[in-house]
C-alpha cells in the first residue's frame, strides 16, 4: 500500500520562477491538505481540497499562491514568483472520508515534503 | 483561535530514562489529537491517535494520554534509546477545518 507520495522532494528556485508541488494520497483518499513548516516554526494549514473543490483556502497567502485537485491526477500547490520568504518545507496529508461519529474525525496521513528552496 | 503548545522545546536525555512530553491547547473542544514524529529534514510520521471521547492510546513503548477539560496532553516514552531522537509534534483537530500543530519538543537520547 503506498502512502501520500510528494515530489519533488527537494526543489531549488530563483526568485520570480514558479513553483510547482505535487501530492498523490493515500489510494481511496478524497481529501487532502497542504501545510507549510517554515524554518524552526510549526506546521501551519494552508489549503483543504476534496476532488476538484477548494473547500478551505484561510491559510493560504492571497497573491501568488493556488492550489487545485483535480478529478485524475495529483493535488498541484503552485506558487507564482517565488521569492525567499517562500523557502520553506511543504507537505501534503490525506484523509479517507471525513465521519464524525462519536465527536471524532478521521486520521489524517502525511507525505514526506517537498523542501522549496528560493535561491 | 486554537493554540497549541509544547513544552519543553528540547529535552536531552541519557538513554533507559523514562520520559515525558507535554501538549496543551487552549480550545478544549477538540475531535481528535495526534502525536508526531518527525526526523531532520524528514515527513512526519504518526505515532498515536487519541479520539476525544478517549483517554489514552499505546503503542509500544509510547503512551498518550488526554484530559479535554485541562486542555493537556502527554507522551509518555518507556526505556528511551538513541533511535527516539527526534522532534516530537502535537496537533488537535477542534472543528476547522485542518489540524492545529504546536512548534515541538526535540529529543535527544545520548548513548
Known amino acids: 500500500n503506498a502512502g501520500v507520495m510528494q515530489n519533488p522532494r527537494h526543489l531549488v528556485r530563483r526568485r520570480g520562477q514558479e513553483a510547482r508541488l505535487r501530492c498523490s494520497p493515500v489510494k481511496g483518499h478524497s481529501h487532502v491538505y497542504w501545510y507549510r513548516q517554515l524554518p524552526e516554526e510549526g506546521l501551519k494549514f494552508m489549503v483543504y481540497?476534496?476532488?476538484?473543490?477548494?473547500?478551505?483556502e484561510s491559510g493560504m497567502p492571497k497573491e501568488r499562491f493556488s492550489a487545485e485537485f483535480p478529478k485524475e491526477g495529483p493535488s498541484i500547490l503552485r506558487i507564482q514568483q517565488v521569492v525567499r520568504g517562500d523557502s520553506a518545507a511543504y507537505f501534503c496529508?490525506?484523509?479517507?472520508?471525513?465521519?464524525?461519529?462519536?465527536?471524532?474525525?478521521?486520521?489524517?496521513?502525511f507525505g514526506p515534503g517537498t523542501r522549496l528552496t528560493v535561491l | 483561535k486554537q493554540e497549541v503548545t509544547q513544552i519543553p522545546a528540547a529535552l536531552s536525555v541519557p538513554e533507559g530514562e523514562n520520559l515525558v512530553l507535554n501538549c496543551s491547547f487552549t480550545d478544549s473542544a477538540i475531535y481528535n489529537l495526534q502525536w508526531f514524529r518527525q526526523d531532520p529534514g524528514k515527513g512526519l510520521t504518526s505515532l498515536l491517535l487519541i479520539q476525544s471521547s478517549q483517554r489514552e492510546q499505546t503503542s509500544g513503548r509510547l503512551n498518550a494520554s488526554l484530559d479535554k477539560s485541562s486542555g493537556r496532553s502527554t507522551l509518555y516514552i518507556a526505556a528511551s534509546q538513541p533511535g527516539d531522537s527526534a522532534t516530537y509534534l502535537c496537533a488537535v483537530w477542534a472543528g476547522a477545518n485542518n489540524l492545529f500543530f504546536g512548534t515541538g519538543t526535540r529529543l535527544t537520547v545520548i548513548p
Open positions: 496529508a490525506s484523509q479517507p472520508i471525513r465521519q464524525r461519529t462519536s465527536n471524532s474525525y478521521n486520521e489524517q496521513f
Open positions: 481540497l476534496q476532488k476538484e473543490n477548494i473547500i478551505d
